[in-house]
C-alpha cells in the first residue's frame, strides 16, 4: 500500500468504457472525453480494513491505477451507465455516449459490488462485507466540458475501543472485545449518496470478536438505546459488559445524549477495567478527519439540502432519512415554502423538524421569505415576510439557528418548548409572535434591536437576563379581555429577567411581566400605561434608589398591575389619574402611597396591604369609580376582598386629602370626622 499527500487525481481515459471496438469510434481528435476527479475524505486506516490505495495515516487520500468503482450516470430520466465498472487509470469515457447536450448526473460507490438490483435501496452488511469501509460519492451533475470531481464520502461508523486497567498481571493484549446487540446492516442510496440505518435480525450476522488493549469496527449506521448492553470484554476468564451511556462528552468540552452512531463518523470509547466493572473514562464523536481536494470541494454531511428542485414531500422525506442516519445539523437552501411549513397549530405535528433530534439549522441561504401568522386569534395578521409559525415547534434537542437578514418575523410558535436553543440571530426581526420562543429555558441572551411588535408570550418562561428593546413601540400584541384568563404577556414567567430597557414603550400590554420574579430594574421613560397585571407578583420591585423612577409619567393604572409585588415600601405615582381596582394588592410591604393627581378608583386598590400606614390622594374635585358614575361612599375604594391573608386596616392609616374634601367642603366625597369614602381612618388631615 502507498500513501500520499491529498491530490485530485485526474483520470483522463484512453480506451471506451462501454464495449465499443476500435472501428466503432470516430477519430480520436472529434471526441470529448470526461474528465473524472476522485478524492476520498477521511476513512479508517487502510492496514485494518482491506486494501485501499494511497490513503495516509490520517485516513484521507486518492484511488490509485486498479481501484474499482462503481459507477451509475443518468442523462435526463434516462440511464446511461448502470453499476458499470470504472477502473481508474484505465477506462474511457466519453461524452457522445452520455449526451453531448444534456446534464448528466453521475453517482459513484467503492468497492464496486458483482450486482445491484435497485441502487436506490441496496442494503449492505458491514459485519459480513469483505471491504467494509463503504465509500460513497456525493451525487454530482455536469456537461459537456466539465470536470466529473467525485467526493468520497464513508457511510458506515468507526467504533474504536481503547482499554486500560491499573489491576497488576492483565495484558491487554489479550483481551477479546465483540459486540452486543448492534444492527449489522444499513439500506444504501447509491444515487443520493445517503445511508438509512437498518433494523437487526437474526440473518444480521455480528461483528465477530478481536483481540487486544485498542480495536477498531466499523459498524452500520444505527440508533443506540441508553443503558442496553453494548461492549463485551473478555479478561482474565471474565466477561465485562459496558452498556450505551446515557451521554458523552464532547470535543472541547460538554455533553450531549447519545442517540445513534453517526454515518461517516467515528466514537472512540475509552474503558477502564477493573475486576468488577467497566468505566468509562472518556468518551468523544467528532467527524472523520478529512483533507480538502484539488479544487476545494468536499462534502459531508448529509444534513445539507437544496430544497430548490424538491417538493415539500420530497423536502421531509430528505431530512427524515438524514435523522434516521443519525444526522442532527443541517443547512437548507432554497425556497422556503418547499420547506412545507404548515402554520396551523392543529397540523403542526406533521412540520418536517416536529419533535425530532435536530441540533442545529442554517437558514442562511434560504430565498423566497414570505408573510408569517403571528397568532392562531383571527383578529391577530401579517404584513411581515419571516420564518412560518410553528417551524420548529417541539425541538428540545435544538441549540443554534442562523437566520438570514431577509427574515424580519417569527411567526407564532416557531420555536415554542425548544428548550436547549440558546443561540439565534434576531438582529434584523421587527416582529415576534405569539408565543414564538416560548420556554426556551435556554435562551439567555438575544438581540432585539430592531424589534417593534412582540405578541403574547412571545418569550413566556425563556431565561433572559437582560432586556433592551430600544425600538419597540408595543408588546403583548393579541391579548384581550377576552382571552386575557388563559394567556401571559410577552415576557410573562420569565424568572430570571433582571432588567428592561424599552425607551419607546408608552403601554405596558397586558401581564407583560408578570411573574417575573427578580425584575428590579426599569427604564421606560416614554410610558403613560401601565395595563392589567403587567407587573403582577415582580417580587423583587421596589421603590428605593429610583426604582420606582419609570411611573412618573404614568396616567393610568391597571387592574392587579402591582399585584403582589412584595419588595414595594413607598410607590409615588405623580401623574396618576386613574386606579384601577387591586392595583396594589397583595403588596405587604408597602408602608405609604402617593397619588397627588388621581381622581378615579376601582375597588380594593389597596387590598391586602397590611404594612400601609399613610395615603395621600390631595388631588382637587370629585373622586369617583374609574367610569366617572360612582361616588366612593358607595364603593369599597379601601376595603379588602376576600378573607385571605392579612387585612389592610384604615384604622391604622392616616389619610390626607385636599382641603376641598372637608366637611362642608367642595370636593366629594367629603369628610365626616374620620369617616372617608366608606371607611374610617386613623386620622384624616390636609397638605
Avoid at 461483528?207 to 440508533?223: E, H, I, M, R
Avoid at 450531549?256 to 474503558?271: H, I, R, Y
Avoid at 431577509?406 to 408565543?435: P, R, W, Y
Avoid at 419588595?567 to 381596582?581: C, M
Wanted: net charge negative; aromatic share 8%; hydrophobic share 40%.
Amino acid at each position: 500500500m502507498k500513501t500520499r499527500t491529498l491530490l485530485a487525481a485526474t483520470l483522463a481515459a484512453t480506451l471506451a468504457l462501454a464495449g465499443c471496438s476500435k472501428n466503432d469510434e470516430p477519430d480520436e481528435p472529434t471526441r470529448a472525453a470526461v474528465n473524472i476527479r476522485t478524492s476520498i475524505g477521511g476513512t479508517t486506516d487502510a492496514g485494518s480494513f482491506g486494501s485501499r490505495a494511497a490513503i495516509g495515516a490520517d485516513g484521507s487520500g486518492n484511488f490509485e491505477a486498479g481501484d474499482v468503482l462503481g459507477l451509475y450516470a443518468t442523462a435526463g430520466t434516462t440511464a446511461k451507465l448502470a453499476n458499470s465498472a470504472y477502473t481508474v487509470g484505465s477506462t474511457a469515457l466519453w461524452w457522445d455516449e452520455l449526451s453531448m447536450t444534456d446534464p448528466v448526473a453521475f453517482a459513484a460507490y467503492y468497492p464496486k459490488a458483482e450486482a445491484i438490483t435497485d441502487p436506490a435501496a441496496t442494503i449492505f452488511n458491514a459485519a459480513t462485507a469483505t471491504n467494509k469501509d463503504l465509500l460513497l460519492a456525493t451525487p454530482v451533475t455536469a456537461s459537456k466540458g466539465e470536470d466529473v470531481a467525485l467526493a468520497f464520502r464513508h457511510a458506515m461508523h468507526r467504533l474504536t475501543v481503547n482499554l486500560s486497567t491499573d489491576i497488576d498481571g492483565w495484558n491487554l493484549a489479550t483481551a477479546q472485545v465483540s459486540l452486543a446487540g448492534m444492527n449489522a446492516s444499513a439500506t444504501v442510496n447509491i444515487t443520493a449518496g445517503t445511508v438509512t440505518p437498518g433494523k437487526a435480525d437474526a440473518t444480521d450476522g455480528d461483528y465477530g470478536t478481536k483481540t487486544g488493549a485498542s480495536t477498531t469496527f466499523v459498524v452500520a449506521p444505527q440508533k443506540v438505546t441508553a443503558d442496553a448492553d453494548w461492549i463485551q470484554i473478555t479478561m482474565d476468564g471474565k466477561q465485562y459488559v459496558y452498556k450505551v451511556p446515557a451521554s458523552i462528552t464532547l470535543p472541547g468540552g460538554g455533553t450531549a445524549p447519545l442517540t445513534a452512531l453517526e454515518s461517516g463518523k467515528t466514537l472512540t470509547l475509552n474503558l477502564a477495567l477493573t475486576r468488577s466493572s467497566v468505566t468509562l473514562t472518556c468518551g468523544d464523536i467528532a467527524a472523520w478527519d478529512t483533507q480538502a481536494t484539488i479544487d476545494g470541494e468536499i462534502n459531508i454531511g448529509g444534513g445539507d439540502i437544496d430544497m430548490t428542485a424538491m417538493d415539500a414531500a420530497g423536502v421531509k422525506a430528505a431530512i427524515d432519512t438524514a435523522i434516521a442516519a443519525g444526522i442532527t445539523e443541517f443547512k437548507l437552501t432554497g425556497p422556503i415554502a418547499n420547506l412545507g411549513i404548515k402554520e396551523d397549530y392543529t397540523l403542526s405535528t406533521s412540520n418536517p423538524f416536529y419533535d425530532t433530534g435536530v441540533t442545529k439549522v442554517d437558514l442562511s441561504g434560504v430565498t423566497g421569505w414570505q408573510t408569517v401568522a403571528y397568532s392562531n386569534f383571527p383578529d391577530v395578521t401579517s404584513s411581515v415576510a419571516g420564518l412560518p409559525a410553528y417551524t420548529f415547534y417541539g425541538c428540545a434537542a435544538l441549540t443554534e439557528v442562523v437566520l438570514p437578514a431577509e427574515v424580519k418575523a417569527i411567526g407564532a410558535g416557531a420555536f415554542t418548548s425548544c428548550t436547549s436553543l440558546s443561540t439565534i440571530n434576531l438582529k434584523d426581526v421587527t416582529h415576534i409572535g405569539k408565543q414564538a420562543f416560548g420556554f426556551c429555558e435556554a435562551l439567555t441572551v438575544v438581540d432585539l434591536s430592531a424589534v417593534i411588535n412582540l405578541y403574547m408570550e412571545a418569550f413566556q418562561g425563556t431565561g433572559l437576563t437582560a432586556l433592551s428593546l430600544p425600538e419597540a413601540l408595543a408588546i403583548s400584541g393579541g391579548l384581550t379581555a377576552n382571552n386575557f384568563s388563559s394567556h401571559t404577556g410577552s415576557f410573562g414567567d420569565c424568572e430570571s429577567l433582571v432588567s428592561v430597557n424599552a425607551p419607546k414603550l408608552t403601554s405596558t400590554g397586558y401581564k407583560s411581566f408578570s411573574g417575573c420574579s427578580v425584575l428590579t430594574a426599569l427604564t421606560l421613560s416614554a410610558l403613560t400605561e401601565i395595563n392589567d397585571q403587567a407587573f403582577y407578583s415582580c417580587k423583587k420591585l421596589t421603590t428605593e434608589n429610583e426604582g420606582f423612577g419609570f411611573a412618573k409619567k404614568v396616567t393610568t393604572v391597571g387592574e392587579d398591575a402591582f399585584g403582589y409585588c412584595t419588595g414595594l415600601t413607598n410607590p409615588e405615582l405623580p401623574k396618576a389619574t386613574l386606579i384601577n381596582s387591586r392595583a396594589f394588592t397583595g403588596c405587604t410591604a408597602m408602608e405609604s402611597l402617593k397619588l397627588p393627581e388621581a381622581t378615579k378608583f376601582g375597588n380594593y386598590i389597596v387590598n391586602r396591604c397590611k404594612s400601609l400606614t399613610r395615603i395621600e390622594a390631595t388631588a382637587f374635585g370629585a373622586f369617583t369609580d374609574n367610569s366617572g358614575d360612582l361616588s366612593l361612599n358607595v364603593m369599597a375604594v379601601f376595603g379588602n376582598q376576600g378573607n385571605t391573608g392579612d387585612p389592610f386596616d384604615a384604622a391604622n392609616c392616616a389619610l390626607v386629602l385636599n382641603a376641598d374634601k372637608n366637611t362642608g367642603g367642595t370636593g366629594s366625597p367629603t369628610v365626616n370626622g374620620t369617616t372617608w369614602a366608606n371607611a374610617t381612618w386613623k386620622s384624616i388631615t390636609n397638605p
